[in-house]
């Protein structure tokens, strides 16, 4: 493919030269070339191993270089590489039906996008068009892509160099016990007092006003916040009685992530509209999409859908998803998940948090978690504070080059780690990625204050 070779050099300097880094001060990254990767694993060119505890960007479900997907993303290449959207093709078709037969309820049609926020772009479009109404609500504690709708509607900072200070957007608060904005001590408490505060805030921005409300049924990048039992089905609860639609941002806790296909299967909540992306098909080849309900699909039966991307269901992406989920479900991918939770990740990370003062809570399911790392256990002082920037983030910058020495590659955001490998990890790669961050976590702890 190249016309002259990859030398670790030459990748760096035309890298250096001529790619443009996402969210990054081009002249202040250093990024690591990667050589090659499987598995569970990715290396350099200078041999080094990591054990992959990000899997990239919490997309590589089912590891590197599976060798079924590698395979059909190869036979399609040699069929029909690209088709418009407007044909009836064979693997979109069955990419669709694959999808909807793991999609909760009635769930049933889905469109395509390419990634995440495009298929939050197009689900905002569907509620807007199918209620008439102009507002969308969302979290603070929440990320939805960088595209225009998405990245109003997400809370996290990276919001803030886009917003446009409203765009039919109303932020709210999510439930989050352990940093709680409802003073609650209990989960039912969080529960209850973050349905009051949604039901309140509601009433007051006109509930015939919103045309949908969003989550994250897992909020992910915010750090692994699962929610308490009864608040989903209480937002669905308040959309069906407000003729809101009821979105469910699936994009990073889906297809297998937290153990099950959906998170919203934890909940046995159904929305009316799922996003979805990442781990569709591991995002070996782009590709994302909206799972939409029969109420909204009976919208525009006989009104077109104003909407459309030259690549939605490009053959080489549905190609990969068809043959994903396939082995997905050969393998028992998602229950490897769940038992690796259960097993490995949540015993062993608790047993972390009890050695190491930095670590002020373990949450999480599945191949799911996060640590909220903290400086002092009491107070509950984040090891770094929100966005932190230089010096700053120097607690947060040592303990993920401790992990890097120790051949883990670790998900960092804020005072964070996230423990989200592929749900294809062995027990034994679970436990010696839990070794490396028991001496990594001592990088964090000299930072504690208690
Ligand atoms: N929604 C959620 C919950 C996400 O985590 C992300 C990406 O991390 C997105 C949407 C955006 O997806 P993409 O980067 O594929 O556009």
Redesign the pocket.
């Known amino acids: 493919i190249l016309t002259r070779p990859a030398t670790k050099a030459a990748v760096r300097d035309a890298d250096r030269a001529h790619v443009f880094h996402s969210w990054s001060a081009q002249g202040q990254i250093e990024p690591l070339p990667v050589a090659g990767a499987e598995g569970s694993y990715f290396w350099d060119y200078d041999d080094n191993r990591y054990l992959d505890f990000s899997s990239q960007?919490?997309?590589t479900n089912i590891g590197h270089q599976h060798p079924k997907v590698v395979a059909a993303i190869q036979e399609q290449a040699g069929r029909v590489c690209t088709l418009a959207p407007g044909f009836a093709v064979d693997v979109r078709a069955e990419a669709a039906r694959l999808v909807a037969e793991r999609t909760p309820g009635d769930l049933d049609r889905v469109f395509f996008t390419n990634?995440?926020?495009?298929?939050?772009e197009h689900a905002v479009r569907m509620a807007r068009v199918h209620t008439g109404r102009p507002k969308v609500m969302s979290t603070y504690r929440?990320?939805?892509?960088?595209?225009a709708a998405?990245i109003n509607l997400t809370g996290d900072p990276r919001r803030w160099a886009s917003d446009t200070g409203s765009a039919g957007v109303v932020r709210f608060w999510g439930p989050h016990l352990y940093r709680s904005h409802f003073h609650a001590e209990t989960e039912a408490q969080e529960c209850e007092r973050a349905l009051a505060h949604l039901e309140e805030t509601l009433a007051f921005e006109g509930p015939n006003t919103i045309a949908a409300i969003i989550l994250?049924t897992v909020?992910?990048?915010a750090g692994v916040l699962v929610p308490p039992p009864g608040y989903l089905a209480g937002v669905r609860e308040l959309c069906d009685r407000h003729g809101i639609v009821f979105i469910l941002?699936?994009?990073?806790?889906g297809f297998g992530r937290t153990g099950t296909w959906f998170a919203a299967d934890l909940f046995q909540v159904t929305p009316d509209l799922m996003?979805f992306?990442?781990g569709v098909n591991s995002g070996y080849v782009?590709l994302?999409g909206v799972a939409i309900s029969d109420a909204i699909a009976e919208t525009f039966e006989q009104r077109p859908y104003p909407g459309g991307l030259t690549y939605s269901g490009h053959p080489l992406a549905c190609a990969s998803a068809v043959a994903t989920l396939n082995v997905m479900a050969q393998e028992d991918i998602v229950g490897n998940a769940a038992r690796i939770g259960e097993r490995v990740l949540g015993p062993g990370l608790r047993e972390l948090a009890e050695r190491h003062p930095s670590v002020g809570e373990v949450r999480g399911t599945g191949v799911f978690w996060a640590l909220d790392l903290v400086r002092d256990r009491d107070t509950r002082e984040p090891l770094v504070p929100y966005q932190p920037s230089g010096p700053d983030n120097q607690p947060m910058a040592d303990f993920a080059a401790a992990c890097k020495t120790r051949g883990l590659w670790p998900f960092v955001n804020m005072n964070r780690t996230h423990v989200v490998p592929p749900c294809t990890i062995t027990e034994a790669e679970a436990k010696e990625g839990l070794a490396a961050l028991d001496e990594a976590l001592a990088a964090a702890d000299a930072h504690t204050t208690a």
């Not at 990634?115 to 939050?120: D, K, L, R, S, T």
């Not at 929440?142 to 595209?147: E, N, P, V």
């Not at 941002?249 to 806790?253: P, S």
């Open positions: 960007l919490v997309n990634a995440g926020a495009e298929a939050v929440s990320y939805h892509g960088a595209t998405a994250e909020p992910g990048t941002d699936e994009v990073m806790a996003t992306a990442k782009p994302g």
